[in-house]
């Protein structure tokens, strides 16, 4: 199928969605024409594994590129794009060329980590060629926004085992914490989920309890991961935990198969299980959705 037919085939419609940061730092869902004038809005997108040609999607190129087309017509412009990691599915070359070119027509700016999938063969050389930040000194860095400082964090050391920070990064977090109050709304970008989430198919962070226990200070903590392929929450004190839909696939639910791995579902179906995040920051009540392609 032609690249132009299978956009013609899977269609895509719906109004956009925020979600909103509150002023204590929670999310809620709102309807984007409803967020208010100079609200600083971003968006998350994740496992767009481009280079995937398999059954359960061989158009993965399509389907990112319909997000970026969404994400750019979205009517209130995000102040950045942040990819959650496995850009690509094999680390090759010509994966990080085609998801460059493909990324490179948003026009927000783009942030990136890296999955486990841009690691393969040379622990990241070629993924931090491709989108490392000149800006940072290591592969993990921070910022800030508006009164949210927002922390990236690399956790794909241990290929398809499970999540590694590693001490170097630990330390990093500790005296990058120490420069904030408190009561500073904290968002945090990782690719595995911090927390314990389904550790029989690696879906954790070996050291994700030191990261948790260095957040668990701080009022209102949102962590935002991919890895897992769909939307699940967890909240443990003060930390509220929101996994992503991918671009590329769905993966079953935890404990429903043998194993992870891309799920097959009908084609008129796919697009129901891929999509993004946008967040807006501003007032509002705890609440947090993904929004889907189809």
Do not use: C
């Amino acid at each position: 199928m032609q690249r132009r037919d299978f956009l013609q085939h899977v269609g895509w419609t719906g109004a956009g969605i925020a979600f909103t940061l509150s002023g204590v730092g929670t999310l809620r869902a709102t309807a984007l024409a409803d967020v208010p004038p100079g609200a600083f809005n971003f968006v998350q997108i994740s496992d767009s594994h481009i280079g995937f040609n398999q059954p359960a999607n061989d158009h993965v190129s399509e389907t990112l590129q319909m997000t970026i087309d969404r994400i750019n017509a979205l009517p209130v412009a995000p102040a950045f794009v942040i990819h959650t990691g496995d850009v690509t599915h094999l680390s090759k070359p010509a994966q990080f060329d085609a998801a460059k070119s493909i990324l490179g027509g948003l026009k927000a700016p783009l942030v990136t980590i890296p999955g486990e999938h841009d690691f393969i063969g040379d622990d990241g050389k070629a993924y931090f060629a491709a989108f490392g930040r000149k800006d940072s000194k290591t592969p993990w860095f921070s910022f800030d926004m508006h009164g949210v400082h927002f922390v990236a964090l690399v956790n794909v050391f241990n290929f398809e085992k499970n999540g590694l920070l590693g001490q170097d990064q630990i330390d990093w977090l500790k005296a990058d914490l120490a420069t904030q109050k408190t009561s500073t709304p904290i968002v945090v970008f990782g690719h595995v989920p911090l927390y314990a989430l389904f550790p029989t198919w690696g879906w954790e962070t070996e050291d994700g309890s030191k990261a948790l226990a260095l957040l668990q200070p701080f009022a209102n903590v949102t962590v935002l991961n991919g890895h897992i392929h769909q939307v699940m929450e967890h909240s443990e004190g003060n930390i509220r935990f929101y996994t992503a839909d991918s671009t590329a696939y769905p993966q079953p639910k935890p404990g429903t198969a043998d194993k992870p791995g891309p799920l097959l579902v009908p084609s008129d179906h796919l697009l129901g299980v891929l999509g993004y995040r946008t967040v807006a920051l501003g007032a509002g009540t705890p609440l947090v959705e993904q929004h889907a392609l189809g």
